[in-house]
C-alpha cells in the first residue's frame, strides 16, 4: 500500500517538472511574440512580503510614449513583478509570489479558499478622485487603470506614489490567504 502512494507521488513530481518546462517555453514564446524589452520604463520592487513596495519610472518616457502606452507599461511592469511574465524564462518567482510557495499552511490557505466569494472575483480599488484604478484578486495586483489627464498632468513620483498606495491596499483588502498578515 506505501509503495502505491510513493509511485504516484513520483509521478506528480514528473508531472510537476513537465509542467515547470511547459511554462517556460511558453514564457520564451510569450517574449517572442510581445517583444518586450529587457527593463521598460516602469520597474516595480516588491517588499519581502510580496507587497509592492516601490516604482522607478524613467523620465524620458514622455517624450516616447502617451499616456495610454505608459499606463500599458505599468501593467507590463506589474505582470514581471508578480512572476507571470519573468525577466528571463526560467528565473525563479519573486518571494511573496503565489507561485513561489510558503509552506504546507500557504497551501493549506489555499485550499480551504477556494469556496470563499472573495476567491473568485478580482476587486478593483480607486483613489478618492476616482484618477487612479487598481485590480486586484487574492492578494495580487494584476493591473491598474489611470485617467489619462492624470497621467498626462502628475509628475512621475506622484504616479509612482500613488500607484504603491493604492496597489497596496488593493492587495490587502483581498489577501484572503493571509499573505501579508506575518
Do not use: C
Amino acid at each position: 500500500m506505501s509503495i502505491d502512494w510513493q509511485r504516484e507521488l513520483e509521478q506528480l513530481r514528473e508531472q510537476g517538472e513537465q509542467l515547470q518546462q511547459k511554462v517556460e517555453a511558453t514564457q520564451r514564446e510569450i517574449f517572442e511574440l510581445l517583444e518586450l524589452p529587457e527593463v521598460g520604463t516602469v520597474v516595480i520592487e516588491k517588499d519581502e512580503q510580496g507587497l509592492i513596495a516601490d516604482i522607478t519610472i524613467d523620465s524620458s518616457w514622455r517624450d516616447s510614449l502617451s499616456p495610454a502606452e505608459f499606463e500599458q507599461e505599468v501593467n507590463v511592469a506589474l505582470l514581471r513583478s508578480s512572476g507571470l511574465l519573468t525577466a528571463a524564462p526560467g528565473d525563479q518567482p519573486p518571494s511573496g509570489s503565489p507561485q513561489a510557495g510558503h509552506g504546507q499552511s500557504y497551501l493549506e490557505r489555499v485550499m480551504a479558499s477556494f469556496n470563499s466569494p472573495a476567491a473568485r472575483e478580482p476587486e478593483e480599488i480607486s483613489n478618492d478622485f476616482n484618477t487612479l484604478t487598481v485590480t486586484a484578486m487574492l492578494g495580487n495586483v494584476s493591473s491598474i487603470s489611470a485617467d489619462k489627464r492624470w497621467i498626462a498632468q502628475t509628475p512621475d513620483h506622484l504616479i509612482a506614489e500613488e500607484i504603491v498606495r493604492i496597489a497596496r491596499i488593493a492587495a490587502l483588502q483581498t489577501d484572503v490567504f493571509g499573505r501579508f498578515t506575518s
